[in-house]
């Protein structure tokens, strides 16, 4: 065990979310107790002073910097200065803008925040967060006819987070909470049934779950919202209805909002529609 | 102008989120007219087999390979392959990678998803999105009190894209939006005033925003909603309001929502806490 902080400092002339994720996949291959890890953004630098600036700080610091610079003479900038100064340095975006230019004969732009370009892919993008929040927990099943993916499950499912996750892909999501006693909206029988997924999870987990959700909130934890027997009755319901739809079932148990998305993206057949950037 | 399609593949065993941004930044430097870009995401790849197939469907479509496999098989496997069939390829975690391990004399741990691990820190970034959506909109004024940050902002000011995105940051946003007949709720000033963000916005871009909005509603655009010295006095009201708490005030005109954010989490002194990975 090292006691010496590594810091990162994340630079960029927009916001720097590529080499924040970057720096976040490496230090979560590391154990917290083992390393401690400073990631310090310094986001929409625009100009050589305050570049001059933030490459300053990174030397005091003995930092590893991780640009995603785009304007050509910042990159330069950074580039040198590193070198100079024996700095370890990560520009992951420059060879693969290289290596686009130089298949399609054609000059990157060179726009700092190209990819939050207030365009249509853009505000999409806003509209479908919106949507989620519009729609979500069978608020508006009239969502459902324009929704570009439906998604049902019972209780403690994930439904929320994987609408909002979705919808940072471009995608209209509305979802509707399973119990047995409602009433199944009308509308979901119009909805074409290739734009439906059935939402399941472990009986055990939902129980260890609801217990302590019903905790947290100061209640008794052994009412019928986390009876073991009820909430079999409760998937049983909800599985026979996706039989009904003839939709595809994912069981959300022991896996992440990225991995069960990325699932319902291949199981619909659908696109990331956030890389088209027209 | 180039007719021929890049392939793009981006290869992970895990959800592959970090090299998916890095192929949107890098492709966002480019007009969508010039440039024919097919990202292909080819995600929790956890196998040789598989990852051999997938190198070569990658081989025949002559792609760029983004990789950032994890298991140290996997990345052995990938280099090789794409040095012996001269296959273009970047992995921009395993110099970082290494570099932190060198620095901390700590072995990472390579498993793959390890971002998405099941554990607080995930957690408390799906309590974060329900939180958002159950607070969003003023709907539940008691959230006030346990929030991080609170947005507010009149019509169109993009406090729920806004309160999303920092969700996703690990903060527990509520937002309220301003109406000057509206009853301000008195939970509002029982708030530290340093949580509190006041939106604001150009009367001519409100305008024309809510024009389009009542037009998408096949209403009438010309409303009181839409109306220009409506919108004015909307302003004027939010403005007073926010000296009166003494809360920043961000004018999100031309800015995208990372940008604001961004801005957010510098004016409210808050680190981004979805790095912390306890």
């Known amino acids: 065990m090292v006691d010496k902080v590594i810091h990162i400092y994340v630079i960029s002339d927009s916001a720097g979310e590529t080499a924040s994720k970057l720096a976040q996949a490496a230090i979560a291959q590391y154990d917290v107790l083992d390393l401690e890890v400073q990631i310090v ?44 100064n024996g700095i370890f340095s990560i520009d992951p975006l420059t060879p693969l803008v290289d290596e686009i230019s130089r298949r399609s004969e054609t000059e990157p732009n060179r726009l700092p925040g190209a990819m939050h370009f207030l365009n249509k892919n853009y505000f999409d993008r806003i509209a479908a967060m919106e949507f989620a929040v519009k729609y979500d927990d069978g608020k508006d099943p009239r969502g459902f006819l324009q929704a ?12 929320t987070p994987l609408s909002l996750f979705l919808a940072n892909k471009n995608l209209k999501v509305a979802n509707l909470p399973l119990i047995p006693e409602a009433h199944i909206p009308s509308q979901l029988w119009e909805v074409n049934p290739k734009k439906i997924v059935g939402l399941t999870n472990d009986p055990k987990i939902l129980n260890v779950i609801r217990k302590e959700r019903m905790i947290a909130y100061g209640l008794n934890p052994d009412t019928a919202y986390s009876n073991i027997n009820k909430i079999k009755e409760e998937l049983e319901f909800a599985n026979n209805l996706y039989k009904k739809i003839g ?6 148990a022991q896996r992440s909002i990225e991995e069960t998305a990325s699932i319902i993206l291949s199981e619909l057949g659908l696109e990331d529609r956030s890389y088209y950037h027209s």
Do not use: H, Y
Request: overall charge negative.
């Open 247 to 252: 939709c595809p079932v994912i069981n959300v």
């Open 148 to 159: 570009d993916i439906i998604l049902l499950g019972v209780s403690r499912t994930s439904k």
């Open 41 to 84: 953004r310094r986001t929409f630098v625009s100009d050589k002073e305050t570049l001059m600036d933030v490459l300053q700080e990174a030397k005091e610091l003995d930092a590893i910097v991780l640009q995603t610079l785009i304007v050509d003479e910042l990159v330069v900038i950074a580039k040198q200065f590193c070198q100079e």
